[in-house]
């Protein structure tokens, strides 16, 4: 169900053959966050997403906003970005989520690419 205030990377099905009202997440949800000062793992990263966005949506070449995004969610920066952030950026996980801890465009943020 998840909580108020976390942000999740998912794929997102839309409804099935319109019979239904509502979406699916496919896959196990990716709770993004970030290393606390105590070393604690802090889910509300909203503005620091917001900032990631600001410094690379331009990258994509389209000059739509909503398009860029697309792209960039979709494809990402190069061949396998995303699958590479969610390998670097690997915090833990449960047996309904898992935790990633980093942005994609920061390489000191993310634990395993140290």
Known sequence: ???????????????????????VVFTTPYILGKLGNNRSFIQ????DWLMYFERN????GIENIEDSY????KYGLSKNYW????????????????LLEAFPDILSSMPHAK
């Open 44 to 47: 509300e990263v909203e503005n």
């Open 1 to 23: 169900m998840g909580l108020e205030g976390e942000i999740w990377f998912a794929k997102i099905l839309p409804p099935l053959f319109n019979f239904f009202s509502y979406s």
């Open 57 to 60: 949506l331009g990258q994509a």
């Open 83 to 98: 699958n590479e952030y969610i390998f670097l950026s690997y915090r833990n996980h449960t047996d309904n989520m898992t």
């Open 70 to 73: 697309k792209e960039l969610m």
